[in-house]
């Protein structure tokens, strides 16, 4: 009886091993391949960036038990940890490709998906369908924003001053931002949580979030310089007074920075604008 297959195919066959699939490769997964040791400068501002996801979702459970002063401190501590985690990577030689995945995808939860919900859960909800409109759209928009900013990362030849401004507003600023009604709430003003004041915060938080999907120039402040020598004492004493007020004031020093980043908007439109008319002008 003959082989079902010509000759030349069965040895073929019986010379060449099996090759993994190039995926396989890839992820480690070929038999008898060993992951070689991850180092810790590698693994802390991971570390780090889960601590603040934690912080995220600790904060939506606060807000689900009706403690909603405790559930906005947390997404500012979220926020914190969230400026930490990048600078650390930078410092220890430890950013991966994998970190920046799982730092957008924290984002996405601490600064999109926590702050709608506080939101909603605090007053919104009296609106109902409405409320939950705002709360998805805010979600939407800082869901937006992170994948701009993952995309902008590979364009090529931009200008060096682009690096002094964001295209759209951060989203961990957003999440700030748009928790400004509950800084209202429990500061000295005391506003109250109403069904009255529910269309005006609903309008406030899809500002916010407009804010965050828009191509709006913000300023960035990563790309401070160094302070000159003669104004270090200055610059510490003034930090340690905003900390000092912070511990004291929480919710009135929030809103303030609030209102003073807002603020600070149309001016680094004209600086931006500024900038393009002097390429242009080059050009």
């Keep these: 009886m003959s082989d079902p297959l010509p000759r030349r195919f069965s040895v073929h066959a019986e010379a060449q091993p099996d090759r993994p699939h190039p995926g396989e ?10 992951i070689g040791p991850v180092p810790l400068r590698i693994i802390l501002p991971n570390l780090v960036t889960l601590l603040a996801l934690s912080m995220g979702l ?30 650390l ?6 950013a991966t490709r994998f970190g920046a995945e799982l ?21 919104l909800h009296q609106m109902k369908s409405l409320g939950w409109f705002a709360a998805l759209v805010f979600a939407i928009a800082c869901a937006l924003r992170l994948a701009r900013f993952n995309v902008s990362l590979d364009a090529p ?35 109250p949580p109403t069904r009255a004041l529910a269309p005006f915060e609903i309008a406030y938080v899809l500002f916010v979030a407009f804010l965050m999907a828009s191509r709006i120039p913000h300023f960035s402040v990563k790309k401070i310089g160094r302070v000159p020598s003669e104004y270090v004492i200055v610059v510490l004493f003034a930090i340690a007074a905003v900390v000092l007020l912070l511990a004291t004031f929480p919710m009135e020093v929030l809103a303030a920075a609030s209102l003073l980043y807002l603020a600070t908007i149309p001016f680094a439109v004209l600086k931006y604008r500024a900038f393009l008319a002097q390429d242009a002008a080059k050009a």
Aim: proline share 5%; glycine share 12%.
């Design 25 to 34: 490769r890839r992820l480690g997964l070929v038999r008898g391949r060993r």
């Design 58 to 87: 600790t904060g939506i459970r606060f807000a689900i038990e009706g403690q909603f002063q405790i559930a906005v401190l947390v997404v500012i501590i979220a926020a914190v940890l969230d400026g930490l985690d990048g600078r």
């Design 89 to 94: 990577a930078r410092a220890l030689r430890g």
């Design 103 to 123: 730092d957008s995808l924290a984002d996405f939860v601490d600064f999109g998906v926590a702050p709608g919900l506080i939101l909603y859960l605090w007053n």
């Design 157 to 191: 030849d931009r200008p060096a001053w682009e690096r002094h401004f964001f295209t759209g507003m951060p989203a961990p600023a957003g999440a700030i931002l748009g928790l400004l009604p509950l800084y209202l709430n429990f500061s000295f003003l005391g506003l």
